[in-house]
């Protein structure tokens, strides 16, 4: 196991659409004949980054896990804090059981790693959140002090002023993870860049420049290949490019907390701030989920059941199915302290506002709101992909289909090790004999 290598690149929202136009550039182009792929694989609902890569690392649906946003705050209009920190997670992940096998491990900018004591290398997806320096934010975030003065250090200088934004902050990561490659050798090594997911949001599903993302995810990857050569680890690493989601093209956004005011089920004073509340819609984009104040208030529940109803009959208000916690939990592994979830009507994504305008202008400053995004039920959609070799991988296999929760006992199964109790089991057709 110890001579065991997995590098697992999650390119944020590629799809099997892109597989064609990435399968004839140079990095793929030269391990395509030796590669397993899964050309559809199915994510989780809700269909956004931090639930779905909390489920690429732990093997489990939301329900169980926990993460079923990605931000931390019930209530504010635009986006809060995002919930960055490992302990947030209630499952454990592949690299606690990677430790547990004595294996070492690294992540950069994988969500949810934030002070995870099993990861060895780690730089967590994070940044500044009242105006600290980059080298404090990554401290704050578990970073230790070699990772800091060894990988961050020497690669701030393209992240500085640049947080969030692309392709500077995915170049940071690309660079750090080849960096930790070369110096540490771990033997589990889980990297997450978002340029192809955010060209998506602000030029549409398909774009040149959504294109561009794929040439920038193409030299990454060779970079990262090299880096492995030259770490002298490149024969016995099985390399895994995956995703999390796709997007969908949206037409229009929804203030759907504007109709639950006018309801009466949220309080708003003159100035236009919450006096009180009943029930309170969150969005993740196209979907919401909808929270009460009081779970326990069945007449509160009934009410706001009847307030959704009449408002999903008007029809403008883009909502195409509401499910109960226990319809979600039963038919969607989706569970948590909400109390209801609204899926899209196809074309139609959601915001927070509880004040007017109802339908809100297109926003590229909020994944949420942009020409496309996700959120919607995962069998929707452009699908995930996935895309493995190595010296484990078994050239030519391909699986039509496959689900997110099979990834992470697949990445473990790569690694010699097992990952008991997971909503998926380990794609073995993917995989030489041992
Ligand atoms: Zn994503």
């Excluded at 547990?100 to 997806?125: H, M, Q, R, S």
């Amino acid at each position: 196991m110890k001579d065991r290598y997995v590098v697992v690149l999650s390119a944020d929202a590629m799809i099997f659409e892109d597989v064609e136009t990435m399968s004839q550039l140079y990095a793929l182009a030269g391990v395509w004949d030796r590669t397993a792929r899964v050309d559809r694989v199915q994510s989780i609902y809700p269909t956004i980054t931090y639930p779905c890569h909390t489920t690429m690392m732990t093997g489990v649906y939301p329900g169980r896990h926990g993460i079923v946003q990605n931000e931390q705050q019930l209530m504010c209009v635009r986006s809060g804090p995002w919930i960055h920190m490992r302990d947030a997670v209630k499952e454990k992940t592949i690299f606690d059981y990677a430790k547990e096998n004595g294996l070492t491990t690294a992540a950069v900018f994988w969500p949810v790693t934030g002070k995870d004591p099993n990861i060895d290398y780690l730089i967590d997806e994070y940044w500044p959140q009242n105006g600290e320096s980059s080298e404090q934010c990554f401290r704050d975030s578990g970073s230790s002090e070699e990772v800091i003065e060894k990988i961050a250090k020497p690669n701030l200088k393209m992240l500085e002023n640049r947080h969030r934004q692309h392709p500077w902050a995915d170049a940071f990561v690309m660079q750090c993870a080849c960096d930790i490659l070369t110096e540490f050798k771990p033997n589990l090594l889980m990297i997450h860049p978002a340029n192809i997911d955010g060209y998506r949001h602000q030029t549409g599903l398909f774009s040149p420049k959504v294109t561009s993302g794929l040439h920038e995810t193409n030299l990454w990857l060779s970079q990262l290949m090299k880096a492995a050569d030259d770490a002298g680890i490149l024969d016995k690493t099985d390399f895994f490019l995956v995703s999390d989601h796709g997007q969908m093209n949206i037409r229009r956004c929804i203030a759907l907390n504007v109709l639950l005011a006018e309801k009466g089920l949220i309080d708003v004073d003159e100035n236009g701030n919450i006096r009180d509340w009943t029930a309170f819609v969150r969005s993740g984009g196209l979907s919401a989920l909808v929270y009460l104040k009081d779970p326990d208030d069945k007449e509160a529940l009934e009410k706001t059941r009847t307030a959704l109803e009449e408002i999903k009959a008007t029809e403008t208000a883009g909502i195409g199915e509401i499910f109960t916690e226990k319809e979600a939990r039963e038919k969607h592994h989706l569970g948590g302290e909400f109390s209801f979830v609204i899926e899209t009507d196809g074309y139609t994504t959601f915001s927070n506002d509880w004040v007017r305008p109802l339908v809100r202008p297109q926003d590229n400053s909020d994944y949420r709101f942009g020409k496309a995004t996700h959120g919607y039920l995962p069998e929707k959609g452009p699908q995930p992909t996935l895309i493995a070799w190595g010296p484990h991988m078994k050239t030519g296999a391909v699986l039509s289909k496959a689900y997110l929760v099979d990834e992470a006992p697949t990445f473990a199964k790569a690694l010699g090790i097992e990952m008991p109790g997971t909503d998926g089991s380990a794609l073995d057709a993917l995989f030489v004999e041992e």
